[in-house]
């Protein structure tokens, strides 16, 4: 191959951290490197609840392509990607269409709304920096509105949550530190406000150990938020949401619905033309897609089943993060005509938050933590990938250093 063309899209997880470990590995001469993105900053996709409730504002959350990549090295393109063309090795985006030798597809996920009326007209998700910035700001705005109406609308107050899987459970718990502060700014009587999240199974965080399920709930239930479960998000209108709970309809009046239960794999790879499973490319253990030799796609665009189980892997960002190290390698194997690597799926530990101030977690070998170690092991993660991104000098402006509270 006559110096190949490397293009990655997308500078989320995946994606950037292949960039950064292909620019550090790849002799200049050796290949040309392009990294696609939307904007010219990467965001932390999971500290984006944080940044939707305002307990933490989003420049902490988005950090600037040019302090992470050497732009001498890297070609950028700050463009969208609108469609994917493996058979003629090109991806087309907004304003011009680039020609590749080898591709990475790590383009992420987008909310599934899966057909529920109104949800996609007057819902809020959580999905990039604007969604969260948003969404905060609808917040007060609900808020700074209460008393400058005639006619006061406890729709203004409630705040609805649909889903409480990971995002929905760590969004309510920034809810819980926030809305004191909110209800202080704008002189509102805090048993006026609700939060409330509705989850169709009998309990929240699937997944999660019975144990630490009920300490999740007991701790954000002390700090005022109501949980229905076993109950199916039926309509989102714009004052109000219905739900259904045991055979019946009931209707709880809101102007901010947030719906965090539903995530799918970026639309574009589905209509590449590639071969996907349930919106996603099925990688082989190299992370090629299988009908492709050329094409590796990372993170929440691919698919990994568990051979035991006959269930797919969780997309998570750490698993982006692991899998970007054997992409970097084989991608460079690749153009070297070098034997490719198997990437191993392993199950890692998670912890959730609950708040600034309280979390609960399985690590290591499945030992169970919560409340003050489970907050500390949250920010040591979230640290440790500032660090593996960008050094020391990305962990002193970005990390989490209020490691106690
Ligand atoms: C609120 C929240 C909390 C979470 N908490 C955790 C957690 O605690 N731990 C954990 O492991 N996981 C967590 N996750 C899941 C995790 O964030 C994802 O699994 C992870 O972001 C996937 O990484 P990725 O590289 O596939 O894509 P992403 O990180 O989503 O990056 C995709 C990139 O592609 C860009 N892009 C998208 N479309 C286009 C386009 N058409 N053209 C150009 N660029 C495009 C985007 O702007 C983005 O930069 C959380 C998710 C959310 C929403």
Known sequence: MNKPHIVILGAGYGGLMTTIKLQKSLGTNEAKITLVNKNDYHYQTTWLHENAAGTLHHDRTRIPLRDIIKMNRVNFVQDTVVSIKPE?????????????????????????????????????????IDSARMLRQHLAYNFSLYHNEKEKKSARLNIVIGGGGFTGVEFVGELANRIPELCEEYDIEKSLVRIINIEGSPTVLPGFEPQLVEYAMNSL???????????????????????????????????????????????????????????????????????????????????????????????????AVRQSSIVARNVKAFIRDEKLEAFKPKKLGTVASLGNNDAIGVVFNNQKIFGWKATVMKKIIDNRYLFKLGGFGLLLKKGKFNIFY
């Open 88 to 128: 003629e090795k090109l991806v087309k985006l907004e304003t011009t269409t680039l020609n590749y030798d080898v591709l990475v597809v790590g383009l992420g996920f987008e909310p599934a709304t899966f057909g529920i009326p109104g949800l996609e007209e007057h819902a809020f998700t959580i999905d990039n």
């Open 221 to 319: 239930e002390s700090r005022g938020i109501e949980f229905i479960t076993g109950a199916m998000l039926k309509e989102c209108k714009p004052k109000s949401i219905v739900y259904e709970k045991d055979n019946k309809l009931e209707e709880i009046p809101t102007m901010t619905t947030v719906w965090t239960a539903g995530v799918r794999a970026n639309e574009i790879v589905e209509h590449s033309g590639l071969e996907t499973n349930r919106g996603k490319v099925e990688v082989r253990d190299d992370m090629r897609a299988p009908d492709y030799d050329d094409v590796f796609v990372i993170g929440d665009c691919a698919l990994i089943i568990d051979s035991n189980t006959g269930r797919s892997y969780p997309p998570t960002a750490q698993t």
